[in-house]
Nanobody, 114 residues
Framework: VQLQASGGGLVQAGGSLRLSCAASGAIFRITTMGWYRQAPGKQRELVATTTSGGGTDYVNSVKGRFTISRDNAENTVYLQMNTLKPEDTAVYYC?????????WGQGTQVTVSS
């Protein structure tokens, strides 16, 4: 499984960004896809996940502002981020899980200015 993330950038507080992550390879094995982020000096944290059955989960700090969605036809997972805050600044990583393990895309930088 290979993951290609895109969509990061610089935005002012209150703005929006949409991240995309395209999966290729043995995608039929993927069960869960999600987004993690890592801010400078902090551990990587889970932001949002979506399962093959359509279930979603979010870290409390982004609930009501971020939406994760999955386009199975395009093998792509999206993270719509609204009402961004400076504390959302981080490198965001796409993740996929199958029965063999975890897969990571390259990070994409999201910077929110105050």
């Amino acid at each position: 499984v290979q993951l290609q993330a895109s969509g990061g950038g610089l935005v002012q507080a209150g703005g929006s960004l949409r991240l995309s992550c395209a999966a290729s390879g043995a995608i039929f094995r993927i069960t869960t896809m999600g987004w993690y982020r890592q801010a400078p000096g902090k551990q990587r944290e889970l932001v949002a996940t979506t399962t093959s059955g359509g279930g979603t989960d979010y870290v409390n700090s982004v609930k009501g502002r971020f939406t994760i969605s999955r386009d199975n036809a395009e093998n792509t997972v999206y993270l719509q981020m609204n009402t961004l805050k400076p504390e959302d600044t981080a490198v965001y990583y796409c993740n996929a899980v199958d029965r063999f393990g975890n897969y990571w895309g390259q990070g994409t930088q999201v910077t929110v200015s105050s």
